[in-house]
């Protein structure tokens, strides 16, 4: 058995004075919890009191709790401590304060295979860029293609905010830039999330490294952002030394840029694969009707993901599948 003594908490003084007024029955709990929040309060460089509402929303979800009764006590030990503090003038507010016990069913991490769009809601959230949450939405309505060229193809000029559609080129061949030589066309219509998500991309010029989770050094010399590339495209990479800006990202930055935030936020197999077949159950669940997958609706999912054959998805896209993630009355 691990001792929890031994284990390191941020800002020791303070905490062990806020847990010398708990009683010593419960006192080892309350500390494992602050053993657990000292790595996002290293990174960070600060006490958990001094975080924002949506730091500690990232540190309630690296629990990777699978019931609400548990990641419910685990945010009332940390409001609690954030109480005190209120109360002994470390903090003038306690920005859990308005959390109510419905608000912690979005961190509960399912055994589901998949993850639901709410899920997938909940990790945009987290995402401090747009860059990198509307990758996110993207991959889970179905733009994909070749090498992820739809998403990497994608300009400011193929985006209908009007009439909410999008042109997607898939590239069947390229140049050495990147530049599609042959390719396909199509569109798909969307909602007002993914385009809200895309007007934010485009709107981005900075990018937070790692979330904005880099460790300073002594002397704080590194720096926390790079300058995106300015250009035609609605996912962009960073300015670097190349001199081919206007040009699709490289699919090797989405992927990198996903393995980040798997790693960042505490994810499981996030990787674009996943995050697709999660939105193919997701619209399959959206357009079934009497309880069962139709053939005809496994044909729709997979016109929609640009699938070529519908036979490829007969084993992921069943009702029970569906029904590990959404219920009958979800939507």
Not at 26 to 35: E, G, M, S
Not at 286 to 307: G, H, R, T, Y
Request: include cysteine; charge should be positive.
């Amino acid at each position: 058995m691990t001792n929890i003594k031994n284990n390191p908490i941020f800002n020791e003084e303070v905490k062990n004075e806020f847990l010398n007024t708990i009683r010593e029955k419960t006192r080892h709990n309350y500390r494992r919890i602050f053993t657990i929040t000292f790595k996002h309060e290293l990174i960070l460089n600060k006490d958990i009191n001094q975080f924002t509402l949506k730091e500690i929303e990232k540190v309630l979800w690296s629990f990777k709790s699978k019931t609400r009764n548990t990641i419910e006590s685990y945010g009332r030990i940390i409001s609690s401590y954030l109480n005190w503090c209120v109360k002994t003038g470390l903090i003038s507010k306690n920005v859990m304060e308005d959390m109510k016990p419905d608000d912690f069913e979005k961190f509960i991490h399912d055994d589901s295979k998949y993850i639901s769009e709410k899920q997938l809601r909940r990790i945009e959230d987290m995402c401090n860029n747009y860059q990198d949450a509307v990758i996110i939405r993207l991959l889970f309505i179905g733009v994909g293609g070749k090498k992820l060229s739809e998403i990497r193809n994608l300009k400011i000029s193929d985006v209908d905010f009007e009439n909410k559609r999008l042109k997607l080129t898939e590239t069947l061949e390229e140049d050495e830039k990147g530049l599609p030589l042959k390719y396909t066309e199509r569109f798909i219509n969307v909602d007002d999330r993914t385009l809200y998500l895309i007007e934010g991309a485009i709107k981005q010029k900075m990018y937070l490294k790692r979330n904005g989770e880099i460790a300073q050094t002594e002397h704080d010399n590194i720096k926390p952002f790079t300058d995106l590339v300015d250009n035609d495209y609605v996912v962009r990479s960073s300015i670097t030394k190349t001199e081919n800006y206007n040009t699709p990202v490289d699919k090797f930055v989405i992927y990198r840029r996903l393995s980040m935030l798997e790693e960042v936020l505490g994810l499981d197999r996030f990787n674009a694969k996943f995050i697709q077949q999660s939105g193919m159950l997701y619209l399959a669940n959206k357009i079934m009707e009497n309880d069962e997958v139709s053939l005809v609706d496994i044909k729709i999912v997979a016109d929609q993901f640009n699938v070529k054959s519908y036979h490829n998805l007969k084993g992921l896209i069943t009702t029970q599948n569906i029904r590990k993630i959404y219920s009958r009355s979800c939507d």
